[in-house]
């Protein structure tokens, strides 16, 4: 599933959240990222959704920390009983968990002399975490090995994602789109024989129920626009005229 | 993070789509089985986005099924070279992929005498599986040891899932919610006393930007009804009046 041009980075995200298990809130912060990771070039391979648990944190970010080349984690940052994401991300790399001076002291700005355990919680990172800068929120994102620590709200993981994904821009995936009147059963031969002929062509086939204008969407991908491009015309040719819809 | 009656039946969801991975679709099937389980009392524990991909499938099935009572997977059953769930399936569960030749009759009845070889992939199940009949579709849910294979349109989804769902009923969880003016750094402290008070307790928070009416929700929840009764009635005793806007 690779394309000519092999996709150079390779990420995970890793959602921390009760909410979103027990079907309190629907995550939107993974789907986000996907497409925009995939607009930067770079290859998601998995998104897991996990509880707000020190060990199952420690245990997946330890596990995909060696597997993929940048992981993403979403939520569990903020200062109550339940945020418990650093202390799972330093657990995972064998790290401890301490007090930012720089943290201590934007908190200590923003509260003064009301700096509570709850906001002091706030500055902690694990050992040896980098503070990136920039985005609107006038507080950094952290980022320790390979692993982005990005807040659940939605509205702040957008942010920090802007303001750290200049690091992850890669060569771009071309998307060339196929709508065919074809049951997907029949267009299957057609496929194979596509792949075939473009080995590294990401082709993927997607039927749509009850919709009037198209039975099966067609997507034909790679990081080679030219390849792309004939893999388009080859397996548009393969089809009856009056069985396709369009391409994009 | 369990209630004084423990959740008596754990799963997982594994959806199957580079679709879902690269960004060109949002997956809209892990929410609905996280509300749909919740409703029947089950805990969900994880939900994990895979790309298309028979060894990644088998690994993470394996890993699955012994880790949780029951395993779903969406998506990757279709006829077409990217469908590659019920042969990642079998090899997980190292089980042979066979034609079930009940579902070879139903697509002869279908098809006649134009069985492609893409039709009678529709016809194959890990080794073993059990069909599962009901629901509005008249074609059958294939489950093999603890992993329900379902297909990934959101239609077909809904209503295969369905037809199972009788299976998977349990003791309900009890859900009470306070939304409150408090800042969540504030509320932190009263948190921790409501849990030292009710250990057992499920408790979130979750803030929300920029809301006139409350800046963070807190849930409470339980199996056990007058559990968590008492605990929203304690952590209201907790805050000033003024802060509390609501609890339903």
Chains 1, 2 share one sequence.
Do not use: W
């Not at 050992?127 to 990136?132: M, N, P, W």
């Not at 890669?170 to 002929?197: C, G, I, N």
């Not at 086939?205 to 034909?220: A, E, F, M, Q």
């Amino acid at each position: 599933m690779t394309g000519p041009q092999p996709p150079d980075l390779t990420a995970a995200a890793i959602v921390v959240g009760n909410e979103i298990l027990s079907g309190k809130v629907v995550d939107t912060n993974a789907a986000y990222l996907a497409q925009e990771l995939r607009k930067l070039g770079v290859a998601l391979e998995r998104i897991v959704v996990i509880p707000d648990d020190v060990e199952i944190i420690a245990a997946t970010v330890r596990m995909y920390r060696d597997a993929f080349d940048v992981v993403f984690t979403s939520g569990g940052v903020g200062p109550t009983h339940d945020d418990v994401t650093i202390e799972g991300v330093a657990r995972g790399l064998g790290r401890a968990v301490v007090r930012n001076e720089f943290l201590v002291g934007k908190m200590r700005e923003f509260f003064g002399d009301a700096l509570n355990p709850a906001r002091l919680k706030m500055t902690e990172t694990p050992e040896g975490a980098e503070l990136i800068f920039g985005g609107q929120l006038n507080f950094p994102t952290m980022c320790v090995e390979n692993i982005y620590i990005l807040p659940g709200i939605p509205e702040l993981f957008r942010d920090k994602f802007h303001a750290i994904m200049h690091r992850f821009a890669r060569a771009p995936f071309f998307l060339r789109v196929l709508y065919t009147r074809e049951m997907e059963s029949t267009l299957a031969e057609f496929l194979d024989q596509t792949l075939a002929e473009f080995p590294h062509l990401q082709l993927g086939s997607y039927p749509k129920l009850n919709d009037p204008d198209y039975r099966v969407r067609v997507t034909l991908e790679s990081k080679d626009r030219d390849y792309v491009d004939r893999a388009l015309k080859h397996l548009v040719g393969l089809l009856s005229p009056e069985s396709v819809v369009r391409t994009e």
